[in-house]
């Protein structure tokens, strides 16, 4: 079993940065990712990071910056020239290939407006 927790999330003016954490517990995790969902929208995978790879949504590309360390089960997301389309509840996820599961965080909310 893995369990994540994410924090970081809050309230920011349009341009400002925010970075999210990430940390799981457990073993055999291969990648981990961050989803997000807006009211109203589909949820949406942002960035992705894996051993030696980092993989980025086009809605975000440039702005935002995913790291971390997959052997310390640990991920992060920078979030850089925020624009209030970028508001929603931040999700981390953990890829364990086999037996193919995907564990998710309780989420965190991130609020761009002036």
């Known amino acids: 079993q893995v369990q994540l927790v994410e924090s970081g999330g809050g309230l920011v003016q349009p341009g400002g940065s925010l970075r999210l954490s990430c940390v799981a517990s457990?073993?055999?995790?291969?990648?981990m990712r961050w989803y997000r969902q807006a009211p109203g929208k589909e949820r949406e995978l942002v960035a992705e990071?894996?051993?030696?790879?980092?993989s980025y949504a086009d809605s975000v590309e440039g702005r935002f910056t995913i790291s971390g360390d997959i052997a310390k089960n640990t991920a992060y997301l920078q979030m850089n020239s925020l624009k209030p389309e970028d508001s929603a509840v931040y999700y981390c996820?953990?890829?364990?290939?086999?037996?193919?599961?995907?564990?998710w965080g309780q989420g965190t909310q991130v609020t761009v407006s002036s």
């Open positions: 996820t953990a890829l364990v290939y086999n037996p193919g599961m995907e564990y």
């Open positions: 457990g073993f055999g995790i291969n990648s």
């Open positions: 990071i894996g051993t030696d790879r980092t």
